[in-house]
RNA sequence: GCGUCCGUAGCUCAGUUGGAUAGAGUACUUGGCUUCGAACCAAGGUGUCGGGGGUUCGAAUCCCUCCGGGCGCACCA
């Protein structure tokens, strides 16, 4: 529709500028704008076109848009058209317009919103890659319902999208893992263990260990006074913390030899398969799981360094090889090869970049904790350098949740192993509340995650109030058997002029919003919109069930009304499914 | 200190690429079920949009500055 004004008011100008009444070069590089009026007393668009072009053509904003509504084409599906205020043009729709929209939900359904300005491009989204090192927190939950969301959206759109999770399994946090469940295992085997203060604690690492024990016995049993012997003092006792839990790594690899990997693996596909479970039971699913692993063994990582290395973009430091990122707008060059050799995240994480750009997405997105907003521009930076389309990239941060029960907050503690996790959130507060309160807030804000609001079944919980409103509509379809009354929708599309009440006006201007609002919420990355977008049209639903029977004895005043219901639910019952929220039919 | 995001009603937050009288929810008060689910609706008021300056037809929105917060500033990931 807004297109369609747009077009309208382009050639109202063409037709000016051909009479000369307008100078011709205004439609060069015209800018028509046509927004939605907030207020139904404006109309349903406006255009502050008339406004802007007052200075070009020296006439006053009123009468130039005057002048521009005298030289619009006619059109069936406008009303009227009125200058108002400083110079605004306001385009009131028929009503019978604006109820094509019940029409169009019904036939398209589930399709209902799905546009095709995406052209089926294809896009990647990565999301969550939590660390495998322990379960998902409720941190990472945001991260996971904010992209599954923002995946479903940019498919609505048009693009086709490929979800995709990165796992960091190189790392040494990883070794730190593995070396953190075989102490535990040397523990339940009855030796005594000193725990390093920077090992991973936590119930799961002792249940991989006890299922090794299960699966391997004494195999991977090794002297404690060999593991101890000459090792550097641990931070607790006025050591460096991670000089020793770097040792007592070294020394595990060295004691349990090929043992080692096998360790290794144990934690990290039983931790994965966790997170996993843990995410599909949140209704959230990833076409891919790229492991960091593949691109080291592959030999991705050296080559993209020497990529970068003759472009002239690597020189060597104090013993190590940086990446001349302050050449790209960075603040400071990047490390990409330690001292010992070793690759950094980053440099594992350029030849990831190149990988998907090597798949030839169109559109890619990096969703990131906000804590790690300071590391964009290290790799937008190597993208330039590599001389790849930074525009391509979108990094949207994801704010970290706070956790309240009423006014107290939850204190979290990554550290003692005791922070709370998605999936006792989850079982605590249900899947659905959970999702839609972590999308409920714009991304980039922090979250207030108020678990006692999330459980009640009140009026207070956004949630339900929407919930409500779909399994309401489905009552008055039950209501409607149980009277043995019937419904006709042919015959209800119809009548529609028959739907003149104020409350049916208003529901109708708040349908007619949903395809702009996923739109916008696609294009912006924003699926908060849709959140409240739904608050609003359940608002406006209620407002109307309150006011108005459907089930009415006047046959097509009743199958009028309930197409306006029935396009209602549906629009409610997309959404939801956008955020990853069921849409109950009785609750 | 530097970078970055933010500061809107008592509280939690929206506010579309700069638009018309800045909006919801919550809290508080009152009213509404013999008729489709009262997990609902209706009515009632609240703002120096953190302060100041600038840009213009027009600023919560853009620029500068100050105040106050979050986060980042590794040869960690």
């Known amino acids: 529709m807004q297109s369609k004004l747009k077009q309208l008011l382009f050639d109202a100008l063409a037709v000016l500028a051909a009479d000369a009444k307008l100078p ?15 207020n139904p007393e404006h109309g349903d668009f406006a255009s502050n076109i008339a406004m802007l072009l007052t200075k070009d053509v020296g006439m006053r904003p009123r009468d130039l848009a005057a002048l521009i ?31 094509k929209v019940i029409a169009d939900v019904l036939q398209l359904g589930e399709k209902y919103g799905c546009c095709d300005i995406g052209l089926g491009q294809s896009a990647i989204v990565e999301f969550v890659s939590s660390n ?23 498919e609505t759109i048009g693009y086709k999208v490929h979800r995709e999770y990165y796992v960091n399994d190189a790392g040494r946090q990883m070794h730190i893992l593995a070396t953190s469940i075989w102490l535990r295992y040397l523990e339940l085997s009855g030796e005594d263990i000193a725990l390093p203060g920077n090992c991973y604690r936590g119930d799961y690492i002792i249940e991989i260990a006890r299922r090794l024990r299960v699966e391997y016995g004494e195999k991977l049993r090794r002297s404690v006074e060999l593991l101890y012997q000459d090792l550097p003092i641990d931070g607790k006792d006025g050591g460096d913390a991670d000089f020793y839990i770097d040792a007592m790594v070294a020394r595990a690899k060295d004691l349990l030899g090929d043992d080692y990997e096998a360790i290794f693996q144990r934690g990290l596909t039983t931790i994965i398969a966790d997170i996993r479970e843990d995410l599909e039971e949140f209704g959230v699913v990833f076409q891919e799981w790229f492991y960091e692993s593949a691109l080291h063994k592959s030999g991705d990582v050296a080559r993209s360094i020497a990529r970068l290395h003759e472009l002239g973009h690597i020189y060597e430091k104090d013993g190590a090889t940086w990446f001349r990122a302050t ?10 090869i330690r001292e010992n050799g070793q690759y950094t995240y980053f440099a594992a994480d ?24 300071g590391y964009a521009p290290r790799v937008q930076a190597f993208l330039k350098a590599a001389g790849l389309d930074v525009s391509k990239l979108i990094i949207p941060l994801v704010q970290f949740a706070i956790l309240y029960r009423g006014k107290t907050k939850v204190q979290m503690s990554t550290r003692s192993g005791e922070f709370v996790t998605l999936r006792e959130l989850r079982k605590e507060v249900g899947n659905d509340a959970a999702r839609f309160f972590y999308v409920m807030r714009k991304n980039d804000q922090h979250l207030d995650f108020d678990l006692d609001l999330a459980k009640s079944q009140s009026k207070d919980n956004p949630v339900y109030y929407i919930q409500y409103a779909h399994a309401r509509v489905c009552s008055v379809y039950r209501q409607l058997e149980e009277r043995n009354l019937d419904w006709d929708m042919t ?6 002029h028959l739907l003149a009440k104020e409350h049916e006006d208003v529901l109708v201007r708040c349908l007619g919003r949903y395809a702009e609002v996923l739109q916008q919420a696609a294009l912006k990355y924003e699926p908060h919109l849709v959140a409240h977008y739904l608050q609003e049209l359940a608002n406006d639903f209620h407002a109307y069930y309150n006011a108005e029977q459907f089930l009415v004895d006047d046959a097509k005043l ?22 990853g929220v069921s849409a109950p039919e009785t609750m």
């Not at 011709?24 to 907030?38: C, F, G, K, M, N």
């Not at 009227?80 to 205020?85: F, P, T, W």
């Not at 379960?135 to 939950?141: I, N, S, Y």
């Not at 350029?350 to 907003?373: E, M, T």
């Open 69 to 99: 509504i005298s030289a619009l084409p006619a059109c069936a599906l406008i009303d009227q058209v009125l200058v108002a205020g400083a110079g605004f043009i306001n385009f009131y729709l028929t009503k019978s317009a604006q109820r």
């Open 558 to 579: 009743r199958y009028a009304r309930l197409c306006l219901i029935a396009a209602t639910r549906q629009v409610l019952k997309n959404g939801l499914f956008l955020l």
């Open 491 to 496: 015959e209800g599309l119809l009548n529609l």
């Open 132 to 154: 495998p090192t322990g379960p998902l927190h409720v941190g990472h939950g945001r991260g996971a319902a904010y992209g599954a969301s923002v995946a479903d959206l940019l």
């Open 24 to 38: 011709a070069d205004l439609l060069v590089s015209l800018p028509i704008q046509v927004e939605r009026t907030r």
């Open 350 to 373: 350029i030849a990831y970049h190149l990988n998907k750009y090597g798949r030839g997405f169109d559109l890619i997105v990096d969703v990131l904790g906000s804590d790690h907003h």
């Open 327 to 336: 050449d790209f707008g960075d603040e400071k060059d990047r490390v990409v």
